[in-house]
C-alpha cells in the first residue's frame, strides 16, 4: 500500500471519528472510539511507506 492510500484511509477514518464524536448517541461514541482505533493501527504502516518513499527520492 502507498503512502498516499494510507492517507486516503486515515483521513477517512479521521471524517468518521468527528461524525461520531459529534454525536449525542453511545452508538456515536462506539464509531468515535472504532475510527481512533483504526487510524491508531494505520500510523505505523504510514511510517513505513513514508520511509521507504523517501528512500527512493
Known sequence: MTK???YE???TLF???QEGHNATTKKGA????KAAN???K???PYNKASI?????K
Not at 521507504?52 to 527512493?56: T, V
Open 15 to 17: 471524517a468518521q471519528f
Open 30 to 33: 462506539a464509531q468515535a472510539r
Open 52 to 56: 521507504a518513499a523517501d528512500k527512493e
Open 4 to 6: 498516499q492510500e494510507i
Open 38 to 40: 483504526g487510524i491508531k
Open 9 to 11: 484511509q486515515i483521513m
Open 42 to 44: 494505520l500510523i505505523t
